[in-house]
């Protein structure tokens, strides 16, 4: 049997081993709502609120401003439905490069009436002046990403931030700034405060926590819950807590925080080896200001789906744009495209994400099986 080889971390990492205990321990142990008035209830009530100080601690914010929600898809829909329910549309700027968990919302929005412009990012990254020239005195909400989860590049979000806080200053209104940072945490060195961000989306399933759990940081006092229902979560997301995978993330967190360090040495590492062995190829993501978790590129004139096709069968598994990408039609060329990525470039893209498990020598593997299946077919 061919050894399966994973390289689609940015899609999804394995649950970690202590996440995992972590999970079946307090799935076990905690068998009381934590809403419930009972001595199981307030136990469970209890662990909840240790796993929103512990990462609270992690993050450096108040636990206040944490919600568990369901994911990073759950995060971002709690912010941008907001602006749906709005009485006055207004004007609100997407860069072109985010999710569809966030880039979905321009047609919904529009349909009710907002004023929805998005800005591209040349080579990955958001310009100032282009968000700069954006910014009206209508202008709502800014939304960009913090690390791009096709090609890895870091956008400058303290600089953008600054810069809507600028134009805010002269207008009176407030605008808020809302950051996907999904691709960051437990990868790249990263401060909320730093970053002046009124909220960020989390994914436990990117950091080796269980799918189906993730994070919303938020400072704005105003914003409404998704769902109706019971005070859960201060109201802001209603439903019994999840506390298995909220523990099971917890542990994940500080997990990746104890070894951030050494991860992203390793991550380095093997981005460097594949820049150098791969060099014959078109690199689509950024030299500088790039996760190393992250490593996109062009097999041109081989179509994506073919050349991944050919990677699975040799046991590899990686990607064409993001694993959400991949359902729906062309959206992951559509990001490149955004970044002016050459429409010949963006139909050969395959990106290659690495974990914190993922080994030198099978990034070698990969590398030589790459130029191989490319010398045999192009
Ligand atoms: N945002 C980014 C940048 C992502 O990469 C993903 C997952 O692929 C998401 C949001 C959605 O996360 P989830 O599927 O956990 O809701």
Same mark, same amino acid.
């Given at each position: 049997?061919?050894?399966?080889?994973?390289?689609?971390?940015?899609?999804?990492?394995?649950?970690?081993?202590?996440?995992?205990?972590?999970?079946?321990?307090?799935?076990?142990?905690?068998?009381?709502?934590?809403?419930?008035?009972?001595?199981?209830?307030?136990?469970?009530?209890?662990?909840?609120?240790?796993?929103?100080?512990?990462?609270?601690?992690?993050?450096?914010?108040?636990?206040?401003?944490?919600?568990?929600?369901?994911?990073?898809?759950?995060?971002?829909?709690?912010?941008?439905?907001?602006?749906?329910?709005?009485?006055?549309?207004?004007?609100?700027?997407?860069?072109?490069?985010?999710?569809?968990?966030?880039?979905?919302?321009?047609?919904?929005?529009?349909?009710?009436?907002?004023?929805?412009?998005?800005?591209?990012?040349?080579?990955?990254?958001?310009?100032?002046?282009?968000?700069?020239?954006?910014?009206?005195?209508?202008?709502?909400?800014?939304?960009?990403?913090?690390?791009?989860?096709?090609?890895?590049?870091?956008?400058?979000?303290?600089?953008?931030?600054?810069?809507?806080?600028?134009?805010?200053?002269?207008?009176?209104?407030?605008?808020?700034?809302?950051?996907?940072?999904?691709?960051?945490?437990?990868?790249?060195?990263?401060? +909320?405060? &730093?970053? /002046?961000?009124?909220?960020? %989306?989390? $994914? #436990?399933?990117?950091? @080796?926590?269980?799918?189906?759990?993730?994070?919303?940081?938020?400072?704005?006092?105003?914003?409404?819950?998704?769902?109706?229902?019971?005070?859960?979560?201060?109201?802001?997301?209603?439903?019994?807590?999840?506390?298995?995978?909220?523990?099971?993330?917890?542990?994940?967190?500080?997990?990746?925080?104890?070894?951030?360090?050494?991860?992203?040495?390793?991550?380095?590492?093997?981005?460097?080896?594949?820049?150098?062995?791969?060099?014959?190829?078109?690199?689509?993501?950024?030299?500088?200001?790039?996760?190393?978790?992250?490593?996109?590129?062009?097999?041109?004139?081989?179509?994506?789906?073919?050349?991944?096709?050919? +990677?699975? &069968?040799? /046991?590899?598994?990686?990607? %064409?744009? $993001? #694993?959400?990408?991949? @359902?729906?039609?062309?959206?992951?060329?559509?990001?490149?495209?955004?970044?002016?990525?050459?429409?010949?470039?963006?139909?050969?893209?395959?990106?290659?994400?690495?974990?914190?498990?993922?080994?030198?020598?099978?990034?070698?593997?990969?590398?030589?099986?790459?130029?191989?299946?490319?010398?045999?077919?192009?």
């Amino acid at each position: 049997m061919t050894q399966l080889r994973y390289f689609d971390n940015a899609a999804t990492t394995p649950m970690g081993k202590e996440a995992l205990e972590a999970y079946e321990a307090t799935a076990l142990d905690y068998i009381g709502n934590p809403s419930a008035l009972h001595l199981e209830g307030r136990k469970a009530k209890q662990e909840l609120q240790d796993c929103r100080e512990n990462i609270a601690r992690l993050l450096k914010v108040s636990p206040l401003n944490l919600t568990f929600t369901s994911g990073a898809t759950e995060s971002n829909s709690i912010v941008m439905n907001n602006l749906l329910w709005t009485q006055k549309p207004g004007e609100v700027i997407l860069s072109n490069i985010e999710h569809p968990s966030i880039s979905e919302y321009a047609r919904l929005l529009k349909q009710v009436g907002w004023n929805v412009i998005t800005i591209n990012a040349p080579q990955g990254f958001i310009q100032p002046e282009d968000l700069k020239k954006a910014l009206t005195k209508e202008t709502r909400l800014v939304c960009c990403m913090l690390v791009n989860n096709v090609v890895g590049s870091i956008q400058n979000i303290a600089g953008l931030v600054e810069t809507v806080r600028e134009f805010q200053k002269q207008n009176g209104r407030k605008i808020h700034f809302h950051t996907d940072a999904v691709q960051a945490l437990g990868k790249i060195p990263f401060s +909320l405060s &730093d970053l /002046g961000v009124d909220s960020a %989306s989390f $994914s #436990a399933h990117k950091f @080796n926590g269980p799918r189906g759990i993730g994070i919303l940081y938020n400072t704005d006092s105003g914003l409404q819950a998704l769902c109706r229902g019971g005070d859960q979560e201060d109201g802001l997301r209603p439903g019994t807590e999840n506390l298995a995978s909220i523990k099971a993330m917890t542990v994940a967190l500080e997990q990746a925080f104890a070894f951030r360090e050494e991860h992203f040495k390793k991550a380095t590492a093997i981005q460097d080896m594949l820049q150098e062995e791969l060099r014959e190829f078109t690199q689509l993501s950024p030299r500088s200001n790039c996760s190393p978790y992250i490593l996109a590129l062009s097999v041109k004139p081989i179509p994506s789906e073919v050349f991944t096709r050919m +990677l699975f &069968d040799q /046991g590899f598994c990686v990607s %064409s744009g $993001s #694993a959400c990408s991949n @359902n729906v039609k062309k959206k992951g060329e559509t990001v490149l495209s955004a970044m002016l990525v050459k429409p010949a470039d963006s139909r050969s893209s395959i990106r290659l994400s690495f974990g914190y498990d993922t080994t030198l020598e099978d990034a070698k593997t990969l590398a030589e099986t790459i130029r191989t299946l490319y010398r045999e077919h192009s």
